[in-house]
């Protein structure tokens, strides 16, 4: 099993572009999130799928909108970077949603940069 | 609402010494309570998690914490820390019994000098 995937690894954008942050995981999970993280801040949850077919808002969704494909994707979607989105972002999976106390497995990450 | 407190930006211990990585959180009810763990360049792996039972819960590599209801604390412990374990260190909460997401402390960088 892959586990999460992430894709790019990397990203550099300018001002006022967009760009779609995929996350694939292979091991059934129905829930899945997307975080980002931000030097000494921890990580803030962005939004999350608790089932195929739904999307709820986190803590800091503006900026941001989201795709559940399938089981198995959730994309992360920036229609109009902005500097303030420079962070590292974490895609997320986790057992059934019935199950609240299931721990989340995390990607290995994609580092953007919006100049 | 609720928040988790790592009260310690970092952490330096040598080797073979005793480490405690601190967390305390605040939640409505009945905590459902994580230690993560992020090397480098890497994502979270989860070390280990607090339901309900036991106050000591053991986990990966030789971790342990301890829950302390009264004190509202979740430390992680290890006995003796090698350099292997030099990482970031997350705690996270939830509220038992609820929709709500899981909220991640602000790290804490553990250093173990050789």
């Known amino acids: 099993n892959a586990g999460v995937t992430q894709t790019p690894k990397f990203q550099v954008l300018k001002t006022g572009q967009s760009m779609t942050l995929q996350c694939a995981q292979d091991?059934?999970?129905?829930?899945m999130y997307w975080y980002r993280q931000d030097p000494g801040m921890g990580l803030r949850l962005i939004y999350y799928?608790?089932?195929?077919?739904?999307?709820d808002k986190g803590e800091v969704p503006n900026g941001y909108n989201v795709s559940r494909l399938n089981k198995r994707e959730f994309s992360l979607r920036l229609e109009s970077a902005a500097p303030s989105q420079t962070s590292v972002y974490f895609c997320?999976?986790?057992?059934?949603?019935?199950?609240?106390?299931?721990?989340?497995?995390f990607g290995p990450g994609t580092r953007l940069t919006v100049l | 609402a609720q928040s988790v407190a790592q009260p310690e930006d970092q952490v330096n211990v040598a080797e073979g010494n005793p480490l405690t990585v601190k967390c305390t959180y605040s939640?409505?009810?009945?905590?459902?309570l994580f230690w993560y763990v992020q090397y480098p360049n890497r994502g979270l792996q989860f070390l280990l998690k607090?339901?309900?039972?036991?106050?000591l819960v053991k986990g990966s590599y030789g971790f342990e914490a301890e829950f302390n209801k009264s004190q509202t604390s979740f430390h992680l412990k290890k006995p003796s820390a090698l350099v292997s374990d030099s990482a970031l260190y997350f705690c996270?909460?939830?509220?038992?019994?609820?929709?709500?997401?899981?909220?991640f402390g602000s790290g804490t960088q553990l250093t173990v000098l050789p």
């Open positions: 091991m059934n999970h129905n829930s």
């Open positions: 939640v409505s009810g009945n905590p459902y």
């Open positions: 996270a909460v939830r509220p038992s019994g609820s929709a709500r997401q899981l909220t």
């Open positions: 997320a999976s986790s057992p059934p949603s019935g199950h609240s106390y299931n721990e989340q497995f």
């Open positions: 607090y339901i309900t039972g036991d106050n």
């Open positions: 799928s608790a089932s195929e077919g739904t999307t």
